[in-house]
């Protein structure tokens, strides 16, 4: 059986991708900084809950030593928890403060738990990473005045998204036994946009669980919506 391991994942994308891919007979590992929320999320699902912070290394790497105790390896790692920021009206009212809590999350986050877990992976024989990335962190899109990605109001969102795909390219390129690749969900309504987004969660979670899906003949070091390649 195909064990999975998925940060932030007691609801939006990262419940659903769970839902999704234990109905394709994984066995899914349900990440969430709340024990309250995890357990719950991961009962109704039917998935192990583990606790899990990625802002924090401590509890990262308790998390991985639970994985290692009870389940001794995975398949397959979904970086997925992920943050906003504050939203700005001028480059004015950012600080370095704002922006460490976001690169905190989004990046450092994906950094340490890949870290973490890779041991983990190691020992499968077809080790995939999703890191959940977004539109937001393609510079192509961004520096097109007719896009959504440009003249963000989240400063610190777009940079933390794109250091994860250049992130991603540097796993890809180290570990040519894994398929390592970015998913972005596109614009779905969930909590990190105030429930703006057009598509269904179910829609959101698509290029995520095709990408958790790859067999090692599958691409590595893409960027990949559902609506096909991303520009970088
Ligand atoms: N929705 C979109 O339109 C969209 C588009 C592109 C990319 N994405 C990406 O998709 C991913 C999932 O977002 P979503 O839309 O499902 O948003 P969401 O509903 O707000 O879910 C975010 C999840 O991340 C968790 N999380 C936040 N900080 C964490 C931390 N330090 N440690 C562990 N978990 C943490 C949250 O836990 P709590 O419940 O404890 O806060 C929650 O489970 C994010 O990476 C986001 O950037 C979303």
Redesign the pocket.
């Known amino acids: 059986m195909t064990t999975t391991f998925i ?10 991708t769970a839902r999704q891919l234990i109905k394709l007979g994984h066995h899914v590992l349900l ?4 024990p309250e ?2 357990e719950t999320a991961a009962a109704e699902l039917g998935a192990r809950f583990v606790e ?5 290394q401590e ?1 990262v790497e308790a998390a991985a030593a639970d994985v290692l105790t009870q389940e001794g390896s995975i398949d397959v790692l979904i ?6 920021g504050p939203r700005v009206t001028s480059m004015l009212e950012v600080t370095a403060e704002h922006a460490e809590r976001v690169m ?3 990046f450092l ?1 994906t950094l340490r738990t890949t870290r973490a877990f890779l041991p983990l992976l190691e020992k499968s024989q077809a080790p995939r990473i999703v890191n ?5 962190g393609s510079f192509t899109r961004s520096v097109d005045p007719s896009t959504i990605e440009h003249a963000n109001p989240l400063p610190f ?1 777009q940079p933390s ?1 794109a250091a994860i795909n250049m992130l991603t390219l540097k796993y890809a390129e180290a570990y040519p036994r894994f398929r390592i690749n970015i ?11 105030n429930h ?2 057009t ?1 269904s ?1 179910a829609e ?1 979670s698509e290029a995520i669980v095709h990408l958790a899906t790859l067999t090692s003949e599958g691409p590595t070091g893409i960027f990949l919506s559902r609506e096909g390649v991303v520009p970088w």
């Open positions: 940060t932030g994942a007691n609801k939006g994308i990262g419940y659903e990440g969430a900084r709340d929320r995890g899990i912070d990625v802002s924090s509890s970086n997925n928890a992920g943050i906003p905190q999350t989004n986050g959940v990335s977004s539109s937001m969102y998204k998913a972005d969900p596109g614009p779905t309504d969930t909590d990190i946009n703006m987004g598509q969660v959101g």
